[in-house]
Structures are given as C-alpha cells and as structure tokens.
C-alpha cells in the first residue's frame, strides 16, 4: 500500500506540472495578450505601445516562456515581489501571482471561493449516491417489472434535458416567482450552519436529483450483474435473507464501478460548478475561472486549472483506495 500510495503521488505530482505548464503555454503564445488587457485597464483604453512595452516587461513576457513559468512555480514554495507598471506587491508563499482584474492575491482569492464551490460538491455529490444508488438498487430487484421500467424510463427523460436548463428553472420559478427558495446564497457553514444550509439547499437539489438520473443507471446496472453472480446465488442458497444478500453481498461489488464515476465527478465539481454558480449568482472558483479566461487573467486561469489537476489527481488515489476495502479481489501493490 505504503509504495503505490507513493508511484501515485510522484505520477499525480508530475501530472499536475504538465497540465499547468501546459495552461501556461496556451496563454503565452495565445492571441490575447495579458499585457495588453492589463495595459487597457491601466490606461482608461489608452494603451500606447510604450505603455503595452513596459507592462510586458513587468510581466516578464519578454523573457524565456520556461524562465517565467519557472518563477511562477518556485512561488508555490518561496515569497515573490510582483512587480505591475509602476506598482510593487509583495506575495507570500504559497504565491499564485497578482490577478490582473483588481491586484489582489489570486491565494486569498481562493481561499474565499474555494468553500463555496466545496459546499456545492459536497451537497450535491451526497445526494448523487444517496438518490441514485437507492432507486438504482429498487430498480434492479424489480428487474423487468413496470415499476423498473418506469424508473429507468424517467431518469431518461429526466437527464436528456440540459442542466442549465433545469438549473434556470429551477431558480425562476422556485426562487424568483414562487419565494420558496428566496435566500439562495453562501453563508461560510461556521460562521451560521442554517443560513449555511438553507442558502444552498435548491443548488444541491437541482444538482443532486439531476446528477443522480446518471447513477441510478450506473447503479441498476451494476446491480443487475451482481445479482447475477455465483456468490450471491450461493448466500441465497445458504437461506440468508434478502436484504442481507443485497446489501451486503451484492451492493458492495456493484458499488466499485459506481464508486469509479463519483470520484471523478466529485472532482470535477470541486474544479469548478460553472452553470450553477453562474445562474444561481454564487461566487465559486468555477465562475471566477471563466470570467478570468474573458480576461486573458492568467494568474486566475492557472489557479482554478491547478485546483482541477490537483482534485482529479487526489480522487483517483481515493478511488483506487476504495476499490480495495469495497471489492476483495482488487489488491494494491
């Protein structure tokens, strides 16, 4: 275990460069100059090309593409001076630069979206299993009868829908005519756990009940062939009961690929909810990242791109971990 938690490590590590130097790239040989959207803000639209000249300077573009990434990386571990126009700001490690928008410090920037994004996942991704993998479970004991069809048939309907659309919906009718969710909003959960919790009660609704049409199926599925298995026939024989069979036996085999699908999407929703966060007005790090790629903010892009590698790379080792408690015949080596 010790050894592959380490390969895992050292591989996600190297991943997480690769991807973040890769965004650095896109922008760095992009169209869009950054210099020259900074310069614009700078100058009330009067950017000359002496003033487009010294802000590509201070932003070091004029040096070695792996010169400057190389800075950026080393202010993950040590303080930076940022220097912008005629202007020096000091950043303290960890330092993912100076957003280009307002000179504020991208880290406190995170620091105050990242627990909105991270109350979003966390609601909506419980009820993804909890919803999903209940009626998936209903569904595959009530193989071939109406009630299966029926669940399976709307959870098609259902998911065939865009999510935006839903999610608007949802928010002009529940929230904006009706009021019987009026105060959506983020409440840090320490400072006021109800507000916390009824200010994203409809996010985590509309996300839950939409993502879990996809884990029903997962899980119906899944459920169906487990049920089908020597073991499980064998138990049965054995004259254990039912429920125990299917709990116990069953769910815990047909949970592994299940388990393989929430890890990445639990990653991808802490990366960033842009539509929900967008809609709904939340001020998460998905939509923060979106309005900085308008921007050409890179400093703000290569944070909510490192979030991303770093969240993927971190759930994959979680479900790689799982499949070993969940499922007896995967071992880690």
Request: glycine share 6%; with cysteine; net charge positive.
């Amino acid at each position: 275990m010790f050894s592959f938690l380490i390969k895992r490590i050292l591989s996600g590590a190297l991943i997480v460069v690769l991807v973040s130097l890769l965004v650095f790239t896109l922008f760095w040989y992009g169209p869009k100059s950054p210099a020259l959207e900074l310069c614009r803000r700078d100058t009330n639209n009067r950017c000359t090309p002496e003033k487009l000249v010294q802000f590509e300077e201070n932003l070091g573009y004029n040096n070695p593409m792996l010169s400057e990434y190389g800075t950026w990386a080393k202010g993950l571990v040590s303080d930076r001076t940022i220097t912008i126009g005629t202007a020096s700001y000091e950043c303290p490690a960890p330092c993912l630069g100076l957003s280009y928008r307002d000179r504020s410090l991208v880290t406190d920037q995170l620091k105050q979206k990242f627990p909105v994004t991270l109350s979003i996942a966390v609601g909506a991704s419980a009820l993804y299993l909890l919803i999903g993998v209940t009626v998936g479970v209903l569904a595959a004991r009530k193989r071939g009868t109406v009630s299966d069809k029926v669940l399976v048939a709307s959870t098609l309907v259902f998911s065939s829908i865009p999510y935006y659309l839903v999610a608007l919906i949802s928010f002009l009718v529940l929230t904006l005519s009706t009021s019987i969710f009026p105060d959506v909003r983020y409440v840090p959960l320490f400072e006021n756990p109800a507000a916390w919790f009824s200010g994203l009660l409809l996010v985590w609704l509309v996300m839950g009940l939409y993502g879990a049409t996809s884990y029903t199926r997962y899980s119906r599925g899944s459920m169906v062939e487990a049920l089908s298995e020597d073991y499980v026939r064998t138990a049965k024989a054995k004259g254990l009961k039912t429920r125990k069979v299917v709990i116990r036996h069953a769910l815990r085999s047909a949970m592994v690929p299940v388990i393989t699908i929430f890890g990445l999407d639990v990653a991808f929703l802490l990366s960033g909810t842009v539509f929900t966060e967008k809609i709904f007005s939340l001020e998460g790090i998905g939509k923060w990242g979106i309005d900085a790629v308008y921007i050409s903010d890179l400093p703000v892009v290569q944070a909510t791109t490192l979030v991303l590698a770093v969240s993927v790379v971190v759930m994959n080792i979680i479900v790689d971990i799982f499949y070993s408690w969940l499922d007896p015949r995967v071992r880690l080596s």
